[in-house]
Structures are given as C-alpha cells and as structure tokens.
C-alpha cells in the first residue's frame, strides 16, 4: 500500500468533438491516471451541446493521499 487514489469530479457543457478530444488526451497520459466515472446527457440539440460529469482518479504516493473519510475530504 505504497500509493493512494485521489478523485476529481468536474461538469462541463461541451460538443461531441470536445468530449473526444478530453478523453483521447486523459489516455494519452503517461501516468496512472484514468476515467472512473462519467455521465453525458444532451443539454441542446441543435447547437449539438453535451452536459458531461467525468470523475479522473490518479495515483499517488500514500503520504499525499487524505486519509478517507467515509466520503468525504476534510
């Protein structure tokens, strides 16, 4: 148990391309980074507008990671 997972929730408007290009470049990271969660509902259709909830966890080292807190961060 050397590292720790620390997670960011973030929501966005965007169009499609947007959103592609996001997660192309999240796997293009070289470090343990990753989608562990993510939501897409359509915000308008005409203009092609996305609303996106994308959860990214990430790797670090155990001393950096906040100690859990059934949930929520201190």
Excluded: H, W
Aim: aromatic share 2%.
């Amino acid at each position: 148990e050397d590292y720790g997972e620390v997670a960011v929730t973030v929501a966005f408007p965007c169009a499609i391309e947007q959103i592609v290009n996001v997660l192309a470049d999240i796997r293009a990271m070289e470090d343990a980074v990753a989608t562990s969660r993510i939501a897409i509902t359509l915000a308008n259709r005409q203009k092609k507008i996305l609303n996106v909830r994308l959860t990214i966890s990430a790797l670090t080292p155990r001393e950096l990671a906040p100690e859990p807190t059934g949930g929520i961060v201190r």
